[in-house]
């Protein structure tokens, strides 16, 4: 029984990687240096270096998106502004000094997650008690969040001028690998430790499946839609955090603006179904990096601006058919094979 | 009582009547002012420069509206002035299209529309009086040209020059502008090469995402130009991030001339910035003064835009209020 469902697991992950691997394939042909890494400086240095640095706040966020939407069947369109409000009160409790923060590093940046933990928790009230449909209630935060970091930011750019700002969205000194990518993998592995450990994955998934199912069964399906907002909330926290690291400042209309819609093509990329239910972290996981790798795939090959979006249209066109129900069915047709039956998913 | 009360009244609307013969026999010019919005430093600076010219000292009443980004808030704000008798409309558009009818309804009001920022298209070029903005292209030559100049003193001008370019956000006049003016003078320039050049949407996270592409893909860049200072920022990053020095090592030119980005030629981190001047109040305050006796005004109107580098930043540093 294990061993089929590993099997299935496996299988589901397979498009994703499939996905991925023929993204960086193009490079091997187009830009042989692609793969190069040197260290500089001590630090690990090239394009495979940049794809994971960059793909960190997007994996996050599409950690959050996942169980948002494995719960809830709806997309949570709030965490890009969300973020902003995030780096807003961060940028805003640190203040400018270049000597001293206002207050201790920590404390800031967990004011700034505790802010975006309420935005989430916003969300979810509205989702899962108010039962308004998920994207209508996140729409609210979408348009009203960078309003909100705006006002705290007093529409100007606050920028922390404290060199140790910038570590959280660069590298830790004398280590190889970016800060980011570490603060991605173990929110990573610890969302999965908590899922797997307890019974809240199998929660979420019988909730997304069927609320009112879930409920007979006595799983209280308005406090698990709840809680699964009220993480997207602290991972667009977290998100917001780097990004604003990044740059050393809170600029209010640019930070994570248009990333949701990244995050919830990371979800679909990773095989996941919008319709909710069953999930993978992984597979949303490897989607933000094939949207990361795609963007500096592009980038690489000199492809310009004008046509950059044109170019990223095509490939997840493909990437999406090759994943779609139909698609297979088609193929395994070809083969001659019984087409295979579409797995219900909900 | 009830006779106390009627006579408060009366006195209270006779008052009215007073205040509003008053405000009338005051000779001041009223000026409706229809902004975008408040998007960016500059669009503040720009919005400040009018609400600090056009004050009742200087003999105007400025009603400001602020579109908030969306054209039919200006639409609806220019037919406010007209009902309002305004003596004169400033407009600093959102769209370049879709304004014949509203500026028609103006022009026959007889009231005189003068455009800020941003050029509009119209069949009929009488329906405005006067544009007051940037010249994006010219901006594009000065920064060659200032390249040409630091090269020379530098003693590099025999050798070849390699350039990427950050573009801002693809279709927006500044960076349709700005890219043509540099790549204008480059085609006549056969040392300077220009590598590559990338959008990086005007954001200082985008620039240096971009930047970084571009410092692996070309281990030999002499010139960055970034147009804005955000995206030259951005770019400073990443240029320490692969070891190299921002402003010795690659030389760096950037747009917009912020107030940082002063502190950064101070610092030596940033070689050149060109002005994009948002004080346009006091240019469009000489077109009202101009038309008010009855002169002439020339139809296009480039606001005076300066390039700044370590020889002058210093002195204009302490004047800069954006």
């Given at each position: 029984m294990k061993k089929t469902l590993k099997k299935i697991t496996g299988f589901q992950l397979f498009l994703p990687i499939v996905a991925l691997i023929l993204v960086l394939l193009f490079n091997m042909i187009k830009t042989p240096d692609f793969f190069k890494i040197t260290v500089l400086n001590g630090t690990l240095y090239g394009f495979m270096i940049d794809i994971i640095n960059r793909a960190s706040e997007l994996a996050i966020l599409a950690i959050g998106m996942t169980l948002v939407v494995a719960s809830s069947a709806g997309t949570d369109i709030s965490v890009g502004a969300v973020s902003a409000v995030t780096a807003a009160i961060i940028c805003y409790s640190l203040g400018p000094d270049q000597q001293n923060y206002q207050m201790p590093y920590l404390i800031g940046i967990l004011l700034g997650l505790l802010g975006g933990v309420l935005c989430g928790m916003w969300n979810g009230l509205l989702v899962a008690k108010m039962r308004i449909q998920p994207m209508v209630a996140t729409l609210i935060l979408f348009t009203a969040g960078r309003g909100i970091s705006q006002l705290i930011c007093a529409g100007q750019i606050i920028h922390v001028e404290k060199e140790s700002y910038?570590?959280?969205?660069?590298?830790?000194?004398?280590?190889?690998?970016?800060?980011?990518?570490?603060?991605a993998?173990?929110?990573?592995?610890?969302?999965?430790l908590v899922l797997k450990k307890t019974a809240l994955g199998m929660y979420i998934q019988a909730v997304g499946i069927n609320r009112r199912a879930g409920r007979l069964i006595g799983i209280n399906s308005q406090l698990i839609i709840f809680m699964t907002y009220a993480y997207c909330g602290l991972c667009s926290g977290i998100a917001g955090a780097i990004m604003s690291s990044r740059i050393a400042a809170c600029d209010a209309n640019n930070i994570g603006l248009n990333i949701e819609l990244d995050a919830i093509l990371a979800v679909a990329l990773g095989g996941n179904s919008l319709g909710g239910g069953k999930f993978s972290l992984l597979g949303s996981i490897i989607g933000a990096i094939t949207i990361q790798a795609l963007t500096t795939s592009l980038y690489a090959m000199h492809v310009t601006a004008d046509q950059l979006p044109i170019y990223k249209a095509i490939v997840v066109v493909i990437i999406v058919t090759l994943q779609s129900a139909e698609f297979r069915k088609w193929?395994?047709?070809l083969q001659g094979k019984r087409p295979v039956k579409a797995k219900v998913a909900s | 009582m009830k006779k106390v009360i009627s006579l408060l009244i009366l006195v209270l609307l006779l008052s009215g009547v007073f205040a509003v013969a008053v405000s009338a026999a005051d000779d001041l010019i009223v000026v409706g002012y229809s902004q975008v919005g408040a998007e960016s430093d500059w669009r503040t600076a720009n919005t400040e420069s009018f609400k600090s010219t056009f004050t009742e000292e200087n003999g105007y009443k400025l009603?400001?509206?602020?579109?908030?980004?969306k054209p039919e808030n200006q639409i609806k704000a220019i037919r406010n002035f007209i009902q309002q008798e305004v003596d004169y409309i400033v407009l600093a558009p959102i769209v370049e299209t879709g304004w014949e009818t509203v500026l028609g309804e103006a022009k026959a009001a007889g009231i005189p529309v003068i455009l800020s920022d941003r050029m509009i298209k119209v069949t009929d070029d009488s329906l405005y009086v006067a544009w007051v903005g940037g010249n994006f292209i010219k901006e594009g030559h000065n920064a060659i040209e200032w390249l040409d100049n630091y090269l020379k003193e530098n003693g590099r001008d025999n050798e070849d020059i390699n350039i990427v370019l950050l573009q801002?956000?693809?279709?927006?006049?500044?960076?349709?502008?700005?890219t043509q003016g540099v790549e204008e003078l480059l085609a006549d320039r056969p040392k300077y090469h220009?590598?590559?050049?990338?959008?990086?949407?005007?954001?200082?996270?985008?620039?240096?995402?971009?930047?970084?592409?571009?410092?692996?893909?070309?281990?030999?860049?002499?010139?960055?130009?970034?147009?804005?200072d955000d995206m030259g920022?951005?770019?400073?990053?990443?240029?320490?991030?692969?070891?190299?020095?921002?402003?010795k090592d690659i030389i760096m030119i950037s747009y917009d001339a912020g107030r940082r980005a002063f502190e950064a030629i101070l610092k030596g981190d940033l070689n050149a910035t060109i002005e994009c001047n948002p004080l346009h109040g006091p240019r469009v305050a000489e077109i009202i003064q101009k038309l008010e006796k009855g002169e002439p005004v020339e139809k296009i109107q480039y606001v005076d835009e300066g390039v700044f580098d370590i020889k002058n930043a210093a002195e204009v540093l302490p004047t800069r209020a954006y």
């Amino acid at each position: 029984m294990k061993k089929t469902l590993k099997k299935i697991t496996g299988f589901q992950l397979f498009l994703p990687i499939v996905a991925l691997i023929l993204v960086l394939l193009f490079n091997m042909i187009k830009t042989p240096d692609f793969f190069k890494i040197t260290v500089l400086n001590g630090t690990l240095y090239g394009f495979m270096i940049d794809i994971i640095n960059r793909a960190s706040e997007l994996a996050i966020l599409a950690i959050g998106m996942t169980l948002v939407v494995a719960s809830s069947a709806g997309t949570d369109i709030s965490v890009g502004a969300v973020s902003a409000v995030t780096a807003a009160i961060i940028c805003y409790s640190l203040g400018p000094d270049q000597q001293n923060y206002q207050m201790p590093y920590l404390i800031g940046i967990l004011l700034g997650l505790l802010g975006g933990v309420l935005c989430g928790m916003w969300n979810g009230l509205l989702v899962a008690k108010m039962r308004i449909q998920p994207m209508v209630a996140t729409l609210i935060l979408f348009t009203a969040g960078r309003g909100i970091s705006q006002l705290i930011c007093a529409g100007q750019i606050i920028h922390v001028e404290k060199e140790s700002y910038r570590i959280l969205g660069s590298f830790i000194p004398k280590v190889p690998l970016p800060t980011p990518v570490f603060v991605a993998a173990a929110l990573a592995l610890v969302t999965w430790l908590v899922l797997k450990k307890t019974a809240l994955g199998m929660y979420i998934q019988a909730v997304g499946i069927n609320r009112r199912a879930g409920r007979l069964i006595g799983i209280n399906s308005q406090l698990i839609i709840f809680m699964t907002y009220a993480y997207c909330g602290l991972c667009s926290g977290i998100a917001g955090a780097i990004m604003s690291s990044r740059i050393a400042a809170c600029d209010a209309n640019n930070i994570g603006l248009n990333i949701e819609l990244d995050a919830i093509l990371a979800v679909a990329l990773g095989g996941n179904s919008l319709g909710g239910g069953k999930f993978s972290l992984l597979g949303s996981i490897i989607g933000a990096i094939t949207i990361q790798a795609l963007t500096t795939s592009l980038y690489a090959m000199h492809v310009t601006a004008d046509q950059l979006p044109i170019y990223k249209a095509i490939v997840v066109v493909i990437i999406v058919t090759l994943q779609s129900a139909e698609f297979r069915k088609w193929i395994s047709s070809l083969q001659g094979k019984r087409p295979v039956k579409a797995k219900v998913a909900s | 009582m009830k006779k106390v009360i009627s006579l408060l009244i009366l006195v209270l609307l006779l008052s009215g009547v007073f205040a509003v013969a008053v405000s009338a026999a005051d000779d001041l010019i009223v000026v409706g002012y229809s902004q975008v919005g408040a998007e960016s430093d500059w669009r503040t600076a720009n919005t400040e420069s009018f609400k600090s010219t056009f004050t009742e000292e200087n003999g105007y009443k400025l009603i400001f509206d602020d579109a908030m980004q969306k054209p039919e808030n200006q639409i609806k704000a220019i037919r406010n002035f007209i009902q309002q008798e305004v003596d004169y409309i400033v407009l600093a558009p959102i769209v370049e299209t879709g304004w014949e009818t509203v500026l028609g309804e103006a022009k026959a009001a007889g009231i005189p529309v003068i455009l800020s920022d941003r050029m509009i298209k119209v069949t009929d070029d009488s329906l405005y009086v006067a544009w007051v903005g940037g010249n994006f292209i010219k901006e594009g030559h000065n920064a060659i040209e200032w390249l040409d100049n630091y090269l020379k003193e530098n003693g590099r001008d025999n050798e070849d020059i390699n350039i990427v370019l950050l573009q801002g956000t693809i279709g927006s006049s500044a960076q349709i502008g700005r890219t043509q003016g540099v790549e204008e003078l480059l085609a006549d320039r056969p040392k300077y090469h220009l590598l590559a050049k990338q959008t990086g949407e005007f954001t200082q996270a985008k620039g240096q995402e971009v930047m970084e592409s571009f410092l692996k893909s070309y281990p030999d860049i002499d010139v960055v130009i970034a147009e804005n200072d955000d995206m030259g920022y951005g770019a400073m990053e990443a240029i320490r991030a692969a070891g190299k020095v921002p402003g010795k090592d690659i030389i760096m030119i950037s747009y917009d001339a912020g107030r940082r980005a002063f502190e950064a030629i101070l610092k030596g981190d940033l070689n050149a910035t060109i002005e994009c001047n948002p004080l346009h109040g006091p240019r469009v305050a000489e077109i009202i003064q101009k038309l008010e006796k009855g002169e002439p005004v020339e139809k296009i109107q480039y606001v005076d835009e300066g390039v700044f580098d370590i020889k002058n930043a210093a002195e204009v540093l302490p004047t800069r209020a954006y």
